[in-house]
């Protein structure tokens, strides 16, 4: 079982920046992939990115050259840098690590873009 807290959500106008974390603990040596999902209001949930513990990532297209994936060496924690947010990037952004086993899932933290 793997425990995943996501942080770094908040309020920002268009145009600026915000980093979440998600910081995994628990059986970590199962995790092959990390990933960050989002869900709007009234939308299903949608893939934004994706990272392996080799360190390839994957975007949505919706975010691609906005938003970007990181890890560290550890694999302890895994960060979205997200950049030039837009009105539509409004969701509650949640954290997933895959690999031996069910996937494992955070609760979520959300971010708000004002136009």
């Known amino acids: 079982q793997v425990q995943l807290v996501e942080s770094g959500g908040g309020l920002v106008q268009a145009g600026g920046s915000l980093r979440l974390s998600c910081a995994a603990s628990?059986?970590?040596?199962?995790?092959?992939?990390m990933g960050w999902y989002r869900q709007a209001p009234g939308k299903q949930r949608e893939l934004v990115a994706t990272i392996t513990r080799g360190g390839i990532t994957n975007y949505a297209n919706s975010v691609k050259g906005r938003f970007t994936i990181s890890k560290d060496n550890a694999w302890d924690t895994v960060y979205l840098q997200m950049d030039n947010l837009k009105p539509e990037d409004t969701g509650v952004y949640y954290c997933c690590a895959s690999g031996i086993g069910p996937d494992s899932w955070g609760q979520g933290t959300q971010v708000t873009v004002s136009s």
């Open positions: 628990g059986s970590i040596f199962r995790v092959m992939a």
